[in-house]
């Protein structure tokens, strides 16, 4: 056995031994990534079920009470039901409502009259738009669903020129956790693959063993591979603790295989890892680069990975930056392979990409991880 390969091995056995003597070290990889999917998994949604409203019937007309039915029997709104609006003003002012809809006196008449238009209103908080949009949405879906049902029962279906069947693939329900958990997922691995690393340098500065490893014949590149592999072990089963309890709590399936998630991990935990190293040889200092590896890793993939925002709708630099962020490409191809599967044409640019943004900071890292002590 050659002394580098030596050299590496006794590395990695004092960094896996560094790893089993710090508990820290163990939360981050396996109860962080649970206790974050649970948070992204129930707190971020954007199914909007059972969305609380006020109804205000100000008759009590055949017409009117099918029409309230709509509203009280639908599963995407939990209606209360009132005779003035004002009942409801103090609720939709401090949130507790999301909007309130008119059934005015009139609205029999003007329904089986000639004119056949009855109108309805809708109030909503303007402050919150999309709920606002969300509860427009719905109210509109079910006032055309309760006009087409009145039609039939009278024997008015109309004339249908054209009927549209969408179909939605790769996820049939439009479940928002269906691709939320799996962007949930690359953010848990961006926070655990750069923080674990962002501390190994600058803990080994601040206990001042570094000065003995430059007292000794380790290289850099050595010095760089003997602490990187186990985290990047830890971090693989983590990635893995993360996939498992995102199919078996949340339901979401899983229709890759493990080579392929193997391969994307791997990438991304190049970038990951060698970001959270470029960090700590840069800072030198467990707090700062603890903090750094906060504000230049998780934010940004929280924000502008696509997990949750849409990267086609930001602004044109904004997108540019996108490009750089290694939980951009980790978010697009966990989503294509929970929910499509191997598709090599997504996976592989993805995995390139990730590649080269490790290169470089591998790179910087071992440019400025010189064997001198000022």
Request: aromatic share 10%; charged share 15%; net charge positive.
């Amino acid at each position: 056995m050659s002394g580098s390969v030596r050299r590496i091995r006794a590395l990695m056995v004092k960094e896996s031994l560094q790893i089993l003597r710090d508990p820290s070290s163990i939360l981050i990889a396996f109860v962080l990534p649970g206790l974050l999917l649970f948070i992204f998994g129930y707190g971020v949604s954007l199914d909007a079920t059972k969305v609380p409203i006020g109804l205000v019937l100000e008759d009590s007309t055949p017409e009117i009470r099918s029409f309230a039915a709509a509203f009280t029997d639908s599963r995407y709104f939990d209606a209360r039901v009132g005779v003035d609006r004002r009942e409801f003003a103090e609720a939709l002012l401090t949130g507790e409502l999301h909007g309130v809809v008119v059934v005015p006196s009139y609205f029999s008449s003007r329904y089986v009259g000639p004119a056949r238009g009855a109108p309805i209103q809708l109030i909503t908080d303007g402050a919150q738009p999309n709920t606002a949009s969300f509860v427009e949405g719905y109210v509109r879906g079910t006032w055309q669903l309760w006009q087409g049902q009145q039609a039939r029962a009278q024997g008015e279906p109309g004339r249908r020129v054209a009927s549209l069947e969408p179909r939605y693939w790769f996820n049939p329900e439009l479940n928002s956790h269906f691709f939320l958990v799996p962007g949930s997922v690359a953010i848990i691995m961006t926070l655990i693959g750069t923080l674990l690393t962002a501390l190994v340098v600058a803990r080994e500065w601040e206990r001042g063993t570094m000065e003995a490893l430059m007292a000794t014949p380790v290289g850099i590149t050595e010095l760089l591979v003997g602490k990187l592999v186990p985290y990047y072990l830890l971090a693989v089963g983590s990635a893995l603790l993360s996939v498992a309890l995102a199919t078996s709590l949340f339901g979401v399936p899983y229709r890759g295989s493990v080579g392929a998630l193997m391969l994307v991990v791997t990438a991304f935990l190049a970038a990951a890892l060698g970001m959270g190293l470029m960090i700590s040889t840069l800072a030198r200092n467990q707090f700062v680069a603890g903090q750094t590896a906060m504000l230049a890793a998780f934010l940004p993939a929280f924000l502008l990975s696509g997990f949750i925002f849409e990267i086609s709708s930001m602004p044109l630099p904004i997108r540019l930056l996108t490009y750089v962020l290694p939980a951009r490409y980790l978010v697009a191809s966990l989503q294509t392979l929970f929910l499509a599967g191997d598709i090599w044409s997504v996976l592989l640019p993805a995995m390139g990409a990730m590649l080269v943004i490790a290169a470089v900071f591998f790179g910087i890292t071992a440019r400025f991880t010189a064997k001198r002590l000022d």
